[in-house]
């Protein structure tokens, strides 16, 4: 009855917030013959989501293993086609071709996903074109809804988005998963009755919006952060134990050791390109195809910019981790990997402890920019960062140039007496000086942090004031 329950929770869990993809999967459903592309990056519930839509349907899910030939991979889809439709044996699926020419002329209710689909550029690249081919040329009485799901979002783009691409236009619909935002997570740990504000955001520090993680959290009984870090993390048999070194070796092979050290850098707070180049060791001039992979493969790392510079011509940007595992994983644990595979789990443990607070920093700027963004971009176009050459930097500049408005907000992950913010302020004010093309507007300044003594009278100077609370 236990093992019943837990795994009733991990379902409804696993789907949570995602109607409108479901709304969306059902309504192509009953337009067949239907062409959907899911992608989204790892762990963020593609492969779940389509269990979910298929689970009262006829369906068939195959996938694209990249360590397997053409050959032995169709014959897998032939024995499985057969399985689900029951052939007579003189039809035979065992060829690309004939496989998709059955598929797209098959005249019966039926979902056919195929998970991974990108791996064929590897395996088998004719069998995209061929694709192509067939379903430009599928039957009129076709009632198979196709969908194709990736993880490798730059590679899904090359197959279907770009204007070369060989499926271009041909999907009906190409749907990106994105990981859970801070509210729809916050809300999902309330739900798993985790209801301590700080506990949710020790949480969310860790592992982001990727729900796979959480499931893993009520799955493995977790309690709490510190609960989670020793049954996930910090065990012999902890489930995400191998977690980053194997996709990283999945996706890159043999140099997964140099995208090791480039996402420990930035985790270690080395932003610019040059930074990261004398902590890897790999030429600057070299870095931007690693970039790319991490960026647009893996869709973990974002390059930005101050929000004033022009995108074609900045020299100040930064490439910043986005995915919260993998920026804690080249924080604490690659480091210290020798340590980590040796079981040597205590001094690790204590590390991250003792960090926590100030490795958190940049943790919590993230959240309250997602959060203060949602009040405020209607009213303030523009939203980002903004940084110069000598190390200045304000954490939110948000700017309307049509009205001639600008807010700038500090982020503090601690309580604030009254004289902190007063200093803070002062100093804000002094950076908005060097910041150029503002002139003439009107400036405001706001600060943010967990608690601010004080607020009322800073209020009534003019100072906009956010605590954790008022968002969440």
Sequence with gaps: ????????????????????????????????????????????????????????????????????????????????????????????VKKPESFLRFI???????????????????????????????????????????IVSGSSIGMIRKIFIEAQAPLFKRADNILTLRPFTVRETFDMLEGMGITDIQEKMNLYFLFGGTIYYYCLFEKYQCTGFLDALEKLV??????????????????????????YEIISAISQGKCSKSEISEMTHVSSNSLSPYFYDLADLLGIVEYRIPVTDSPKKSKRGRYFLKDNFFRFYGRFIYPALSQYMGGKYDPIMENVLQEWQSYTGKLFEDIIRELLTEEIVSEYPEIGSWWNRRGDEIDILAINHGKKKVLA????????????????????????KLIRGISGTDIKIGIAARKIEGRGSLEKEGILVWEIGDFL
């Excluded at 209710?109 to 379903?135: C, G, H, M, N």
């Design 1 to 92: 009855m236990i093992i019943n329950i837990m795994i009733t929770k991990i379902t409804i869990m696993e789907f949570y917030n995602r109607e409108k993809e479901l709304a969306l999967m059902s309504l192509l459903d009953k337009s067949k013959p239907s062409f959907l592309v899911i992608t989204g990056k790892r762990r963020v519930g593609k492969t779940e989501l389509i269990k979910q839509f298929s689970r009262d349907r006829k369906a068939l899910y195959l996938f694209v293993d990249s360590n397997k030939s053409i050959d032995i991979l169709m014959d897998e889809f032939d024995r499985m086609l057969r399985e689900e439709l029951d052939l007579p044996d003189y039809i035979n």
């Design 104 to 146: 797209t002329s098959y005249d019966r209710d039926i979902v056919i996903a195929i998970d991974e689909f990108q791996r064929f550029l590897k395996i088998y690249p004719s069998f995209i074109t061929q694709l192509q081919r067939y379903w430009d040329m599928k039957a009129d009485n076709c009632r198979v809804f196709l």
């Design 234 to 259: 910090f065990s012999e048999f902890a489930p995400l134990k191998d977690e980053i070194r194997d996709i990283l070796i999945e996706e890159f092979g043999k140099e997964h050791s140099t995208y």
């Design 409 to 432: 907000v500090e982020i503090k992950n601690r309580e604030l007496t009254i004289n902190d913010v007063r200093n803070i302020i002062n100093s804000t004010r002094e950076k908005i």
